[in-house]
């Protein structure tokens, strides 16, 4: 496109140097600059070094004729406008020429008042060409923009989705456990606060026990939940500054000991080496508080924990825990650091938050260091942090026998396999948690006319059922392997214990557990922490055959 104040380029070429030098200085006069040539081969000659706007070519000319110029000129130039200019009787030469590129032709001879319209049709001609160009170089461009604007759109609606499917995946597991040890609280305070409950000064002494236990364990959740919240938001406070390492394992080892002796787990700690890091103290030492807590749970009977110290590069220290455990599979290493993830472990066997390992690895790296994890099914696995150099019950596996009829901690329960009266019917509880565990055992061992079965996970709850045909089951939905769900349709599916009913009793208590659960077959939906009143009564529905309507609203105190 020609600019603002400059005049229009033209090329001349025209083997009769007299029409061609006339034309050069006519179009000269008309605010043209011309530069003209004899031959094709010249004109290209220059074509090669400079651009120009128009080419005014003869069409008869000897070596390189109009035609070929026109093709040639074009090929260096695709936006160069091309007239040809040729005698009477070879219009259609003209008309081919126009075919390879040429915009115009005038007929020999003519006058300069025909000429001009002719070179200015071109050019304008030209000039909406490269305009087009333009405009579809912008449309392309916008288009491209507009695709990636598209895509990183849809990235923003896809991370938003994520994170509210995460955060409403985190809300109801935390409402689920923090519900777990309200369960134990609530449950047995309202035994010890009811005269319809008897109970002895021992079995009180006892709950109560329960009631604390349940009490720091909840204490310790929500502290936990409040180091991840400050940890998220960036408001943890953390002071850097140089530590003893051999101090802190002394103080770890003192704090662990106890637990590792109970459990017969034998701890290897490195001799003293006079290292020092540049940490927080009292994060670093609830760090390696969790990870050797965790190596010793989760061990194997007489097992061992190894504490290693590795330098790695120059300025950093690997700090290793490493149990004999049965190790983690590659799913498991996936999920390991996410919150309330108990890898299938949150059995009856070892209490927890499911958040130890989350808040371990965030608490890292808030103190600019990184932690990880290695590990080999059977073979045990590895938890390591690296950090700055300053300055240069033991198989957690082996679950209780499920036949038995009472809880943990409540002995002299009757056997299930052998019941004491024939008017006692048998109510099969599917838990996992011990406390919860203890609580429903109390109630159920207070009526004269139940007995229990418990199992703790869903697959052995399915065997008991099909071995036993309970009355009623009491089904907890967070279950290891198999859920609640699935065993509800399993024991649905088997003619032998299709028509068993089956009350779910869980802590899963958000609007979207409530809904599914409602769309279920379970006979009663029961959350926690236990009503016992309540409790009571969906037994006592379940178990009337002349029980006429399916209760659907979740059976629980208002919250």
Wanted: glycine content about 6%.
């Amino acid at each position: 496109m020609i600019q603002p104040g400059l005049r229009p380029r033209i090329l001349i070429v025209d083997d009769q140097t007299a029409h061609m030098g006339a034309l050069c200085d006519i179009l000269r006069e008309h605010g043209y600059d011309t530069t003209g040539f004899a031959s094709g081969e010249a004109a290209l000659t220059r074509l090669r070094k400079e651009s120009f706007d128009l080419l005014l070519s003869d069409l008869m000319m000897p070596g390189i004729d109009g035609i070929a110029l026109v093709e040639a000129a074009r090929q260096l130039d695709p936006e160069l406008a091309c007239v040809i200019m040729t005698g009477e009787g070879s219009i259609a030469s003209a008309v081919k020429a126009m075919k390879v590129g040429a915009l115009d032709y005038i007929i020999k001879p003519f006058k300069a008042s025909a000429l001009l319209p002719v070179l200015a049709r071109a050019l304008e001609t030209r000039d909406l060409r490269l305009a087009n160009a333009h405009l579809e170089q912008q449309l392309r461009q916008h288009a491209d923009e507009l695709a990636v604007a598209n895509r990183h759109l849809d990235l923003a609606r896809r991370e938003a989705e994520r994170a509210n499917l995460e955060k409403s995946v985190f809300l109801s597991n935390m409402s689920h456990e923090l519900r777990t040890p309200l369960n134990g609280i609530l449950g047995f305070a309202q035994i010890l606060a009811s005269d319809a409950l008897p109970a002895t000064p021992q079995e009180k002494q006892k709950f109560a026990g329960h009631i604390v236990q349940s009490g720091r364990h909840l204490l310790t959740l929500i502290n936990e939940i409040l180091d991840l919240a400050k940890i998220e938001s960036g408001t943890l406070s953390m002071a850097l500054e140089t530590v003893a390492l051999d101090e802190v394992f002394l103080e770890c080892h003192t704090m662990v000991g106890p637990l590792a002796q109970q459990r017969g787990v034998q701890l290897n700690f490195p001799p003293p080496a006079g290292l020092h890091l540049q940490a927080d103290r009292t994060r670093l030492k609830q760090v390696l508080l969790n990870l050797l807590s965790n190596a010793i749970k989760y061990n194997r009977e007489h097992g061992s924990v190894f504490i290693e110290c590795t330098p790695r590069a120059k300025d950093r220290l690997r700090i290793a825990v490493s149990d004999t455990g049965p190790g983690l599979s590659e799913e498991q290493l996936g999920a390991i650091f996410q919150p309330f993830n108990r890898l299938g472990r949150a059995d009856n066997a070892e209490e927890g938050t499911g958040l130890g390992l989350a808040l371990s690895k965030r608490v890292v790296e808030a103190m600019q260091a990184q932690m990880g994890v290695d590990s080999t099914v059977g073979a045990g696995s590895t938890f390591w942090i690296e950090l700055a150099l300053q300055g240069g019950e033991a198989d957690i596996g082996a679950a209780p026998p499920a036949t038995a009829a009472s809880a943990p901690g409540a002995p002299g329960a009757p056997s299930p396999l052998q019941p004491q009266a024939p008017v006692r019917r048998a109510v099969l509880y599917v838990e996992d948690n011990t406390t919860n565990l203890k609580l429903v055992t109390e109630l159920i061992r207070m009526r004269s006319d139940l007995e229990l079965l418990f199992a703790t996970d869903g697959q052995r709850g399915i065997e008991l059922a099909r071995r036993h045909r309970p009355a009623v089951i009491l089904m907890d939905l967070h279950l290891p392997g198999m859920d609640g769900y699935e065993a509800l349709a399993r024991l649905r599916a088997d003619p032998q214990t299709a028509t068993i009913r089956v009350i779910a009793v869980t802590a899963n208590a958000m609007s979207a557990d409530i809904a599914r659960s409602e769309a279920s077959d379970f006979f009663r939906y029961i959350t926690k922490p236990i009503d016992i009143d309540l409790f009571n009564q969906a037994l006592d529905e379940a178990l009337n055959p002349d029980a006429l309507r399916q209760h659907t609203e979740p059976l629980s105190q208002p919250h």
